[in-house]
Structure formats: structure tokens, C-alpha cells
């Protein structure tokens, strides 16, 4: 070890400080940029993290937080598909999803991201962190795929309101006739109390004009607000 190494801690200890660096948005910024080129030239799995670590911070100005995203996403970009590992990875313990996805999908496309986003929801398990699942659904409402379905009918009884609409929301955009019935019984369902959801399914029951049986005379029951039913179909009230 030469004189320079013992007094910075070697590559290790510079390492751990670019990798702080980036996530201090009290540094300068020129010295995060540098730190970021430094962490990209080395490319080891721990420098890609360290560049990642950029993506969970937020500067005060967004202009030039999504600047600075931005060259962080090409300079991991640069580094190939390498890169695509450690993002999984690095979004199993961290909520923002945006940049990493978008690196998965840059090499591995929708599919790639697709089943990230999967793997991420059925590992979301904590009913008092409900953030990063509304997020992931977002997300996967964004895509088309056959996959999508079966993952989110797994998490529409989820216990947070915003989940169980985002999952809704994540079933409709796939324009599956496979989602009538359980979005049927789900309306069906006396545990489900919110008005906003049932009034969206009802919605799209109407423009889709999707039956809702055999579930008419549960439904009828308890009709969501400004709705009815005719014969089996929706109809604004």
C-alpha cells in the first residue's frame, strides 16, 4: 500500500466516501459529479451502488436534481449490463423506483421490468408500509403484459385504500376480459368500503359494458354512489 492509499484508506475507503458523497445533497455539486465519474470508472458492484445511491436523494432544485439523475442513469448506462443486478437489488430496501427500472428496462425491456416490478410487489409483505406497493403498482400500470393480472389480483384485498385503487387501477390498464369477474366480486365484497373504488370499477364496468354477474343482486345491495344497475350492466344513477 503506497503512501496515498494509507492516507485516503485505499480504494475501499475511497470507495465508501464518493459513495456518500452522492447521496449529500449538501456537497457541491461539481463534487458530486466528480464523485460519480470516479465511482464509474471504477464500475466494481460496489461503485455501481454508490451511483445508485443517487437515486434515493433529492435536491431542493428539481432542475437540477433531474439533471443530475440524468447523468448518473448514463454513466451507469456506459457500464453496461452489469448494472442490471445490482439495481434489483438495490430496490428489494429502497423506494425509488423511477431510475433503477428504467436502467432494468434499458437492457432487458418491458419483460426485464415487468418482472422486477412483480418480484418487488410480492416481497412488499409489511401492511404499515404501503408507499413503495402503490408505487409498484403504478408502475406496472404502465405496462402490458399477461403476467400482470395474477400478480396484482394477489395484493386487491390489500388492508391500505390507496393499494387496493392502485391495483385496480394496475387490472383495468391491461384490458383484460379476465379482470370482469374478479373486479365483480370484488364489488361484492361487503369488506370493501371505499366509495372511490367502487365508483371507479363501476365506471369502467359502464364504458367496457361488462356484465356484473353473477353478482347482481350483491351489488344491488350496496350500488356504489351515482350508480345503477340495468338488467346486469352499470348505468349512471
Do not use: C
Not at 224 to 232: E, M, S, Y
Amino acid at each position: 500500500m503506497g503512501l496515498f492509499d494509507f492516507i485516503t484508506g485505499g480504494e475501499e475507503g475511497q470507495l465508501r466516501r464518493h459513495a456518500k458523497r452522492m447521496t449529500n445533497i449538501n456537497a457541491q455539486q461539481e463534487d458530486r459529479h466528480g464523485s460519480a465519474h470516479w465511482l464509474a470508472e471504477n464500475g466494481s458492484p460496489p461503485a455501481i451502488n454508490g451511483l445508485l445511491g443517487r437515486f434515493g436523494v433529492s435536491l431542493d432544485s428539481q432542475m437540477k436534481d433531474v439533471a443530475e439523475k440524468a447523468l448518473v442513469f448514463d454513466l451507469l448506462v456506459d457500464l453496461g449490463p452489469k448494472t442490471v443486478e445490482p439495481s434489483r437489488e438495490w430496490l428489494r430496501t429502497h423506494s425509488h423506483l423511477a431510475m433503477p427500472i428504467r436502467l432494468i428496462e434499458h437492457f432487458e425491456g418491458q419483460d426485464g421490468a415487468v418482472a422486477t416490478l412483480l418480484d418487488l410487489l410480492a416481497r412488499e409483505n409489511d401492511p404499515f408500509k404501503t408507499e413503495k406497493k402503490r408505487q409498484i403498482l403504478i408502475k406496472l400500470a404502465e405496462a402490458r403484459d399477461p403476467r400482470i393480472v395474477p400478480g396484482v389480483l394477489l395484493v386487491l384485498t390489500d388492508f391500505d385504500e390507496g393499494v387496493r385503487y392502485a391495483a385496480v387501477e394496475a387490472l383495468l390498464a391491461q384490458d383484460d376480459p379476465g379482470t370482469r369477474e374478479p373486479l365483480a366480486a370484488h364489488l361484492a365484497d361487503p369488506e370493501e368500503d371505499s366509495n372511490r373504488l367502487r365508483t371507479r370499477i363501476a365506471g369502467a364496468f359502464q364504458q367496457r359494458r361488462w356484465s356484473v354477474a353473477p353478482h347482481t343482486a350483491t351489488i344491488l345491495a350496496r350500488l356504489p354512489h351515482g350508480w345503477q344497475i340495468v338488467g346486469d350492466q352499470f348505468v349512471p344513477a
